[in-house]
């Protein structure tokens, strides 16, 4: 991504190129100390670089709601895309490429979430529950467990998302050999590589 010179001179915000409000430092671009207004760096980030997914799920206690966050978390590893858990209604169903139930349909008939498999389900999308453990595989090519969706390939090799070279970092919308991890922003998991997770500022929408 090319930079203006106000942001690589520290003056502007790297996310949002204003040159209003206070800053902190960042981190570095080609030598360059950077700077970004604290709600630029903590909002979501953005999704134009894939599909992202919904994740619902049961939301009684506390432990529902942990298990719904590690089950995002599963689709995004797995799916290689930016997976949202749903902890209210307020989401627009169709900005999303599917929605995936954390259990069975059946369990979230009393969890307010329910209304979003509605929404899904009227538009035509897909809603996706738990594939059975007897399908689930490993990548043939990394090994990679695929107990969210088996994907296999018109060979009937089983790959998973990054060997299909469908991930792209959230922060540099680039894809490469370079470890990528998932990373929480607020209530969505992005996936992103290691050495961008750990010092670039997402990119702005």
């Not at 169903?93 to 008939?109: C, K, P, Q, W």
């Not at 043939?140 to 469908?166: H, I, K, M, P, S």
């Amino acid at each position: 991504m090319a930079y203006t010179p106000a942001q690589l001179d520290g003056i502007a915000c790297i996310v949002c190129a204003d040159e209003d409000g206070v800053m902190a430092p960042v981190g570095t671009v080609d030598g360059c100390q950077i700077f970004a207004h604290r709600s630029c760096v903590d909002k979501p980030a953005p999704a134009p670089f894939g599909p992202a997914f919904l994740v619902v799920g049961p939301l009684a206690t506390d432990d529902d709601v942990d298990n719904l966050r590690g089950y995002a978390m599963d689709v995004a590893t797995e799916m290689g895309a930016p997976t949202v858990y749903a902890t209210h209604t307020d989401y627009s169903v169709t900005d999303f490429a599917a929605v995936f139930v954390l259990g069975s349909i059946a369990e979230l008939r009393d969890a307010p979430t329910l209304v979003l498999v509605a929404e899904a389900l009227a538009a035509g999308m897909q809603v996706l529950e738990p594939q059975s453990p007897q399908v689930a595989g490993r990548c043939d090519e990394c090994g990679q467990a695929q107990t969210v969706r088996t994907v296999t390939d018109e060979y009937g090799d089983t790959l998973c998302a990054g060997c299909r070279e469908e991930v792209t970092c959230a922060w540099c919308t680039e894809a490469s050999d370079a470890t990528m991890e998932v990373v929480e922003r607020g209530e969505m998991w992005v996936p992103a590589h290691a050495a961008c997770a750990s010092g670039v500022v997402p990119v702005a929408a």
